[in-house]
């Protein structure tokens, strides 16, 4: 069977269920809503062999700026033969001209690499039952906000990445929770939580110094203390140990590419301390 016989078509609600049969192949701990929640804010692709899917590529815009390339699979018995290629061509071309962001597996680096992705830094993946922090780890002012906040938190958000990730946010409103981190009645930082995979997770989590984002997962962590969490972090921002400290051990990764714009510059003023996904950045 060549590669031209397979139809790319769009991405689509019933080809969920499909989605999930694929990504479960790779390991991957996505559930039928992380995966509508990705696309709910995407524009994916399907390739289908005799009306089975058998590879999946979605682009995730934000804003005008950027976008990510997410959920990149191919079915294992269809490998090596051009259809990861194609399939990235469209979800580049959904793009639309954005810079393009994403994490990148071993699997797709080489894939990546070749179509002008490159390397940004380093995302490791914790998780496990997490454990309460036996004490504050700072004297700050942190609460539950409910979603009157989303639009306050995605403007933060954008200092952070440099991308428009409003409707993510207002998506994690509806799914999630916010912890916020308040100075003078402002928000300066906050951590999201919401279903995911195997349990919860922890992310985005955008503060200005590392002793504040721990702060906020501490909090978080007292919270659901016992609960299976995962956290995707930037690796060298500093909250390595302190996850491990608390239950939650690194069992993988990927690397952070781009594809065009400018990448990050390392002194604005809040950072990302830990992922909404390694699908969304
Ligand atoms: C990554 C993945 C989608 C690639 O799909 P694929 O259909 O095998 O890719 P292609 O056949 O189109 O290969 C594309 C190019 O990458 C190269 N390539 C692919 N996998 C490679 C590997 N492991 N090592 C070196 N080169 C590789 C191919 O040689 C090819 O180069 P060419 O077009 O210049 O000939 C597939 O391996 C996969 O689904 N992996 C598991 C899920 C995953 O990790 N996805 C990435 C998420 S970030």
Same mark, same amino acid.
Request: net charge negative; proline share 4%.
């Given at each position: 069977?060549?590669?031209?016989?397979?139809?790319?078509?769009?991405?689509?609600?019933?080809?969920?269920?499909?989605?999930?049969?694929?990504?479960?192949?790779?390991?991957w701990?996505?559930?039928?809503?992380?995966?509508?929640?990705?696309?709910?804010?995407?524009?994916?692709?399907?390739?289908?062999e005799?009306?089975?899917?058998?590879?999946?590529?979605? %682009?995730?815009?934000?804003?005008?700026?950027?976008?990510?390339?997410?959920?990149?699979? #191919?079915?294992?018995?269809?490998?090596?033969?051009?259809? !990861?290629?194609?399939?990235?061509?469209?979800?580049?071309? %959904?793009?639309?001209?954005?810079?393009?962001?994403?994490v990148?597996?071993?699997?797709?680096?080489?894939?990546?690499e070749?179509?002008?992705?490159?390397?940004?830094?380093?995302?490791?993946?914790?998780q496990?039952?997490?454990?309460?922090?036996?004490?504050?780890?700072?004297?700050?002012?942190?609460?539950?906000?409910d979603?009157?906040?989303?639009?306050?938190?995605? %403007?933060?958000?954008?200092?952070?990445t440099?991308?428009?990730?409003?409707?993510?946010?207002?998506?994690?409103?509806?799914?999630?929770?916010?912890?916020?981190?308040?100075?003078?009645?402002?928000?300066?930082?906050?951590?999201?939580?919401?279903?995911?995979?195997? &349990?919860e997770?922890?992310?985005?989590?955008?503060?200005r110094?590392?002793?504040?984002?721990?702060?906020?997962?501490?909090?978080?962590?007292?919270?659901?203390?016992?609960?299976?969490?995962?956290?995707? #972090?930037?690796?060298?921002? !500093?909250?390595?140990?302190?996850?491990?400290?608390?239950?939650?051990?690194?069992?993988?990764?990927?690397? %952070?590419?781009?594809?065009?714009?400018?990448?990050?510059?390392?002194?604005?003023?809040?950072?990302?301390?830990?992922?909404?996904?390694?699908?969304? &950045?």
């Amino acid at each position: 069977m060549q590669a031209t016989e397979i139809e790319l078509i769009e991405f689509q609600d019933g080809h969920l269920d499909a989605a999930v049969d694929l990504s479960r192949a790779e390991g991957w701990p996505h559930r039928r809503e992380d995966w509508a929640l990705v696309l709910s804010l995407s524009r994916g692709t399907v390739a289908l062999e005799g009306g089975r899917v058998v590879g999946t590529a979605l %682009a995730t815009p934000f804003g005008e700026a950027g976008a990510t390339v997410n959920m990149v699979i #191919v079915d294992k018995s269809m490998r090596g033969r051009g259809l !990861g290629r194609r399939l990235m061509a469209f979800a580049i071309e %959904a793009a639309g001209g954005r810079s393009c962001r994403l994490v990148a597996t071993e699997d797709g680096r080489p894939l990546y690499e070749k179509l002008g992705f490159a390397a940004t830094g380093e995302i490791r993946q914790h998780q496990g039952p997490v454990s309460a922090p036996a004490r504050p780890a700072l004297s700050a002012d942190i609460d539950f906000a409910d979603e009157t906040v989303a639009a306050e938190l995605a %403007a933060l958000d954008a200092q952070a990445t440099g991308l428009d990730r409003s409707a993510l946010f207002a998506r994690l409103a509806r799914e999630g929770r916010f912890a916020v981190l308040r100075e003078a009645g402002r928000i300066e930082g906050f951590a999201v939580l919401r279903p995911f995979g195997r &349990g919860e997770v922890a992310g985005p989590v955008v503060a200005r110094t590392a002793d504040e984002a721990k702060a906020l997962l501490g909090f978080l962590f007292a919270d659901r203390a016992g609960a299976f969490l995962r956290v995707d #972090v930037a690796v060298g921002r !500093g909250l390595g140990p302190f996850l491990v400290e608390h239950g939650l051990l690194p069992v993988g990764g990927g690397i %952070a590419m781009q594809r065009g714009g400018v990448a990050v510059e390392p002194s604005r003023p809040v950072q990302t301390f830990a992922l909404a996904s390694q699908a969304l &950045g």
